[in-house]
């Protein structure tokens, strides 16, 4: 071959390589640095946990595959290698012969590598399916053994960042398994057997060339560090810029209805600042550390001379020289090939450790510790002694303070106080959501503590001021409360509830869709929805805290039978907002600012101090003097309109006096 035609292609190649690796440094870099910065975090944190016996198998034989596929291009050189040298000598005696030969080497090893591609394709989707499957699941099963208190100590960006590990973090993962890691499996077998096989043919010019690819580590290790410190602090701020998204669209009725739709964007303009002010001075650091590697081609121009002079002055054959320089070409642009695949490894590697430390978190209350028990027959007999509590998100601030209270099995009690007395609270800490920083809680004499978590919980049945109904059919949200209960014991739930006739008057019966949180339904039919829910697993304590307060005087008449009826033979613990609907308690305790400061039935209560009554009487009296004056206030406004009525008939003179009390 011509000297002048091995330094054309030889600069030509190595110009291209040039500009690849000007294009590709910096996600090496970035990676390197984010894998440094990663190290610590994710130790015991394999993206490869949950990986069976079969999935092994699965990545050995995918392994082996993305290790053949990756020697296409090598192999290919190495068997042309003697075509190439024949074609430039002139005494070679080519022969058709000898080029049928040649080709179909060419074909065996197209077959072999077409066989590896396949096997690596195939056994690196199964196994990144399995696997990132199994992850998602122990996520989510996580999550839900949380305690309440995770939750409540989160922001609104966090708590995106909770939701959006599942889907997006998860689906990066797979995505790595299933794509990224054997085809940098790919780019690096390339890269080796390039190398190997441009030693074999020509190691004078390969040992003198190689150093050069290593030219560009310096400006990369300077400034990859900057760089992943600014792209860290741009993937924070994008997830506060997320959570301000999440909840504009799951609140988006309020957005809508106090024409907020100008101050959520506002605010999410201003994440989003931030993080183009990082993007700003990332793209600054990148334009440095690509323009500080122009000198890299002054390390291909020497390659070019090296090899022409090899050939013209050592004697070394242009077709081996041609090859290896090929070779040590393709190797260099099948690493830059593997660098934004390896830059998708790191960010899953990444999203490895956010998802694994959510897994690996022991919450306070484990619901299903085998270790503790359950009874086989329970009562229903309730006693608070000497409770303290404080919410984790406000530490200093006591919600109840010495509460005490027995309530007798099948007895109803109910709850009354200001608001921030604890009402509520007593709820919360009988479910074990929380745990009382000082005191007991008693179940028919026994601990609560001890009992399994999901056990405790099968026993009660709850149904809050605004019930939660998931975007499903009436018969999914009533079957929540009972997994696999049949058709029949749902009906029936519905009519304890006072909800079966209104279900069957709707086009689709049970199976209408109550819309997102149940706002194709009325507050009354949700409430009975929730009702009955609460009763199909048969609870021995029922739990209202309010679930009447925010209906109207016709929803809560029929949601008040529908507790009453619930209530019989069960133990009853109400909070109550209006006071009619607990006057009938076997019990009634008032609290305040965490204290029981009065007890006993609505007629003890009443006569509480010689005749002369309590806190209890006071609330009684208030809420009296309310539902007069609205009375009056709605009696007038009748009055007022059966006048104008009358006023604006010409034919009935007579008959438009009115006397106003």
């Not at 080519?94 to 690596?120: H, I, P, Q």
């Not at 998708?344 to 484990?366: F, G, N, P």
């Not at 008040?560 to 607990?582: F, M, N, P, W, Y």
Request: aromatic residues 10%; charged residues 20%.
């Amino acid at each position: 071959m011509a000297p002048a035609r091995l330094k054309y292609k030889v600069e030509s190649f190595l110009s291209h390589l040039a500009l690849a690796i000007s294009e590709n440094a910096a996600p090496l870099f970035l990676s390197l640095t984010l894998l440094d910065h990663r190290a610590e975090k994710m130790a015991g944190k394999s993206m490869f946990r949950y990986a069976d016996g079969f999935d092994k198998f699965l990545m050995f034989f995918g392994t082996l595959g993305s290790i053949g596929d990756g020697s296409q291009i090598p192999l290919t050189m190495f068997l042309l290698k003697d075509v190439i040298n024949a074609y430039g000598d002139k005494n070679s005696g080519l022969t058709n012969d000898m080029v049928d030969k040649f080709a179909l080497r060419l074909l065996y090893a197209a077959v072999g590598v077409g066989l590896s591609a396949f096997v690596e394709g195939l056994c690196w989707a199964r196994t990144a399916e399995r696997q990132t499957s199994r992850m998602r699941m122990e996520y989510l099963k996580s999550v839900l053994k949380q305690e309440v208190s995770f939750f409540d100590t989160q922001t609104g960006s966090t708590t995106h960042e909770v939701v959006s590990l599942i889907s997006s973090d998860a689906s990066s993962i797979q995505v790595a398994l299933c794509e990224k890691i054997p085809d940098c499996l790919t780019y690096m077998s390339t890269f080796f057997f390039c190398h190997v096989f441009a030693f074999i043919v020509s190691w004078k010019f390969t040992f003198a060339v190689i150093p050069l690819s290593a030219m560009f580590i310096g400006p990369g290790l300077v400034f990859g560090k900057i760089m992943m410190d600014l792209i860290m602090k741009m993937i924070e701020s994008y997830g506060v810029a997320g959570g301000i998204a999440e909840q504009a669209v799951s609140s988006i009725r309020t957005v809508y209805s106090y024409v907020g739709e100008r101050q959520t964007l506002e605010k999410f303009s201003q994440a989003l600042q931030k993080s183009m002010e990082f993007g700003i001075k990332s793209g600054l650091v990148k334009g440095l550390m690509l323009g500080s590697m122009g000198i890299i081609y002054a390390g291909w121009g020497f390659q070019a001379w090296i090899g022409t002079y090899l050939v013209t002055e050592k004697g070394e054959k242009g077709g081996n020289v041609f090859i290896a320089g090929f070779n040590v070409l393709m190797g260099g642009l099948s690493i830059l090939s593997a660098l934004p695949h390896l830059t998708s490894i790191t960010e899953a590697t990444s999203a490895t450790a956010r998802i694994l430390e959510m897994i690996d978190r022991v919450a306070e209350t484990d619901r299903e510790d085998k270790k503790e028990k359950a009874l086989s027959h329970v009562k229903g007999e309730i006693e608070f002694r000497n409770v303290y509590f404080s919410y984790p998100s406000r530490p200093d601030t006591p919600v109840l303070r010495g509460f005490n209270l027995k309530v007798p099995a099948g007895k109803r009690v109910g709850l009354i106080g200001g608001s921030g007395s604890g009402k509520s609270t007593v709820i919360s800490l009988l479910e074990r959501f929380y745990d009382p920083t000082d005191g007991e809680i008693l179940l028919d004499g026994h601990k609560i503590k001890r009992f399994q978590l999901k056990w405790l919980r099968s026993q009660m049945g709850l149904v809050n001021q605004e019930p939660v109904l998931f975007a499903t059919s009436i018969k999914e949200n009533i079957i929540f409360g009972k997994d696999g209960a049949s058709m029949e014991q749902v009906i029936n739930a519905a009519k304890d509830a006072n909800a079966h006739d209104f279900i069957v008057k709707l086009p689709e019966g049970y199976d209408t869709q109550v819309g997102q949180f149940g706002f194709q339904m009325s507050g009354g039919q949700k409430q009975r929805i929730a009702i009955a829910r609460a009763l199909l697993r048969d609870p021995k304590i029922l739990l209202l805290d309010e679930a009447t307060s925010a209906l109207d005087a016709q929803s809560e008449r029929m949601v008040q039978e529908a507790i009453d009826k619930a209530s019989k033979g069960r133990t009853t613990i109400t909070v109550a907002h209006r006071l009619s609907t607990i006057q009938t308690a076997h019990q009634i305790v008032v609290l305040k600012a965490g204290e029981v400061i009065e007890s006993g039935s609505h007629d003890e209560l009443m006569l509480l101090n010689n005749g002369q009554g309590g806190e209890y009487l006071r609330m009684v009296q208030l809420q009296q003097m309310a539902v007069q004056n609205e009375t009056f206030y709605d009696s007038n406004i009748e009055m007022d309109r059966r006048y104008r009525h009358r006023m604006s008939t010409p034919n009935k003179p007579n008959q438009c006096e009115i006397q106003w009390i």
